[in-house]
């Protein structure tokens, strides 16, 4: 079984946002077993699990990183499309632009703890499109 | 075929832990072409391929990952749950929480250096949960 | 239906490479719709997705992932295969040895400004090897 959905995520600030319930409900009824993977469709975002529970976790994610790979480094020469866009290409390749989620007893199996983070690594990234394709 | 398995892995101390055999014998027979997706259901713990002869990769990770991404650093505010907590979250996004591992002949086709790492970022983190699934 | 092979890229000079056009040769008729995993065999290369048209973001990256994860680090113990091997095992799980790409429509979908970028961490890593998965 293959199913496969293309969705579109509202406009979200920079930074790191919670999904999880957003992607469930995008789901039809999941097979018994199986995976899911989402992609982000885009150079600039990235999605990955973490944290669900205390907002100063995203909130620490988006300073953090923004210290690890900073805008205006002297190296960059990709600077036509502004500050904030060679660091979102650069972390969205560290942080990655796709998740895999096991599917058990028709739900995703995540841990009490996880969650499913929306990254946007733009000023103003707009709305961003991501492909659902479950196996199973 | 769709096979899932989750298992617990001891307590391990703090760094970057060969995993390997472990996993292989977690397995049942593998189909003759397929997919293994490991999940870890935790967020302050990582899992990633790397190599898998000379230890000394495995503490210069430790040593390197804990100055790329340091405790106290200034900007954290999540902070109540230990110095470690918030770089254990931070490195468990930049390494990652799951690989995928291609079965080849029944087998893990991995490269001959490459082997499973488990990432431990907490100083105690206590025994781990992995989900195991086989698409093939 | 489980499709499988293995390939061998040609030596590529350290860097970031696209090799969105030569992995798409390499496959045979895709599905309708399914996941397509690629592996590479190695502990010093990488994968990954990110923009494909301006060669100055490929540039990019290799300055900056130089300067984030350096040659010739005190933490190093192992140093023995020269300076850029140590960077290169940390950039390999800091950007990740696999990748997953959805498949619609028999083709890749992956979004407008999307490409694959084969990451080539040693200054002479040689002929490299991957293992091309597809699942539908």
Known sequence: MVFQKEVTLPAFRRGYHLITRFISEQLPELP????LNILVKH??????????????????????MN????????????TDEGDDDMPAHLKSSVIGASIN??????????GTW???YFCEFRNYGGPRKLVLTVLG
């Open 67 to 78: 210290k690890m790979i900073p805008e205006g480094d002297p190296v960059y020469e990709h």
């Open 114 to 116: 996880q969650g499913i």
């Open 101 to 110: 989620i096991p599917i058990t007893r028709h739900r995703l199996n995540l």
């Open 32 to 35: 018994e077993t199986g995976l």
């Open 43 to 64: 150079t600039s975002a990235g999605i990955t699990i973490n944290e669900n529970a205390d907002p100063t976790v995203r909130s620490d994610f988006e300073r953090f």
